[in-house]
């Protein structure tokens, strides 16, 4: 299966800068610690949405790490990797 950036950007329903928006004073919220260094953060509402973006990380050899977020109780990713557009 191959997966665009244009197919991992329409996985997730919310993304969001997470390195240096202070998440670390919610870190309660999720259901393990979260590495505060990543750059981004994409939220699913389906595991099988965090399944196909995990699929295509991995395969562009990006790290990150994914837990479930109880305060919108939603799948969260976080990552370094962000998508690029041409022209933007």
Same mark, same amino acid.
């Given at each position: 299966?191959?997966?665009t950036a244009?197919? $991992?950007?329409?996985?997730?329903? /919310? +993304?969001?800068?997470? !390195?240096?928006?202070?998440?670390? !004073? +919610? *870190?309660?919220? $999720?259901?393990?610690?979260?590495?505060?260094?990543? !750059?981004? *953060?994409?939220? =699913?509402?389906?595991? /099988? @949405?965090?399944? =196909? @973006?995990?699929? =295509?990380?991995? &395969? !562009?050899?990006?790290? =990150? +790490?994914? $837990?479930?977020?109880? &305060? /919108?109780?939603?799948? %969260?990713?976080? /990552?370094?990797?962000?998508?690029?557009? @041409?022209? %933007?």
């Amino acid at each position: 299966m191959e997966l665009t950036a244009e197919d $991992f950007d329409s996985l997730s329903n /919310t +993304q969001m800068q997470w !390195k240096g928006y202070e998440w670390e !004073k +919610q *870190a309660d919220r $999720f259901t393990s610690s979260p590495n505060f260094d990543f !750059k981004w *953060a994409y939220w =699913f509402d389906s595991y /099988t @949405a965090l399944l =196909f @973006a995990r699929i =295509f990380l991995s &395969g !562009k050899e990006a790290a =990150f +790490q994914h $837990f479930y977020d109880e &305060g /919108t109780e939603q799948y %969260v990713l976080i /990552t370094n990797y962000s998508i690029e557009y @041409a022209g %933007v």
